[in-house]
């Protein structure tokens, strides 16, 4: 998460922030919001407390959200062929879908 923020936060300039544009802000709010609700959730688990299915409410969620994200990000990447930031943003968020995915598949089979 920390990665894909600064790589989508790298190239603001003037008034236009990362969280400026629709699509980008959604991207860029999404990862920033992630990255603290796994803070959160590690500091649960840390604490032994047993929030089963919190964790799979929001691996689902965070599945919806990070497949809506990537597509948006591969919208941006076609209209306006940003750099390789993008790119690597684009295939890390992928990468994250694909992992919150395979989280909500493990907490399914192992309540």
């Known amino acids: 998460g920390f990665i894909i923020c600064s790589l989508l936060c790298a190239n603001w300039w003037g008034e236009r922030t990362c969280f400026y544009e629709g699509r980008l802000g959604f991207c860029s709010g999404l990862n920033f919001v992630a990255v603290i609700i796994n803070i959160v959730m590690f500091v649960i688990n840390f604490l032994s ?61 192992f309540a």
């Not at 964790?55 to 809506?68: D, G, M, Q, T, W």
């Not at 750099?83 to 909500?104: H, K, P, Q, S």
């Open 49 to 109: 407390i047993s929030a089963l299915q919190l964790e799979k409410l929001y691996s689902a969620v965070a599945f919806v959200l990070f497949l809506i994200a990537s597509a948006l990000m591969i919208w941006i990447i076609i209209l306006n062929d940003y750099g390789w930031n993008f790119f690597c943003a684009t295939a890390l968020m992928v990468c994250e879908c694909i992992l919150f995915l395979r989280d909500y598949q493990i907490l399914h089979y």
